[in-house]
């Protein structure tokens, strides 16, 4: 099993649309979480912390479940500007461990 | 505040060469994490290290890679004699050893290595 493992994709949504990432990790230990964006050819910028109760950040909503080790992440109103890579991220140990990532393509 | 700063942007390497690879974190950061993205695939980790000592180095090929993180001076990544399967993009994120786990990491812009 591997240590991240997120939804296969491409998504391809028209603008406006709700969409939603899915990820598991395998390490019960993993204290922190994190999804990132990666734009093509560039490195990734974190986009938001997820925590246990869950966090909002405008259009963007991260929910975390240690019971099921599984986080997530909504987006509402798509925008052409949200198509990029999202990297579910995990932390454990000694350093952070990235899904492959799932890509996000909004169109008009 | 200069960010990570990552040079060179773009090597190519004929194969059986070295290629070093140089990172500066970002002030303040005395972190520096290596991570290889491999065309199609997600970042992986290489080696973690901390001035002068390397701390993790788990996700190190064996043989031909090493790194380093002096007490002055950038972090190097060191490939010697690169084969084609070494083409990728090399990122190096730093932190300040106290905050990664409550804010991530910040990435350089990343090298990419091609070895023709």
Redesign the interface.
Known sequence: RKEVEQDPGPFNVPEGATVAFNCTYSNSAS??F?W?RQDC??????LM?VYSSGNEDGRFTAQLNRASQYISLLIRDSKLSDSATY?C?V?A?????????TTLSVSS | NAGVMQNPRHLVRRRGQEARLRCSPMKGHSHV?W?RQLPE?????MV?LQKENI??ES?MPKERFSAEFPKEGPSILRIQQVVRGDSA?Y?CASSSGTE???????????T?LTVV
């Open positions: 204290q922190s994190f990132y050819r560039k490195e990734p910028k974190l912390s990297l991220v932390g140990g000694t350093a952070l461990i990235f899904g492959k990532g | 994490y991570y695939e997600g970042l992986k980790f973690y701390i993790d996700g993009a990122f990664e786990f409550v804010y991530g990491y910040t990435f350089g812009s990343g990419r």
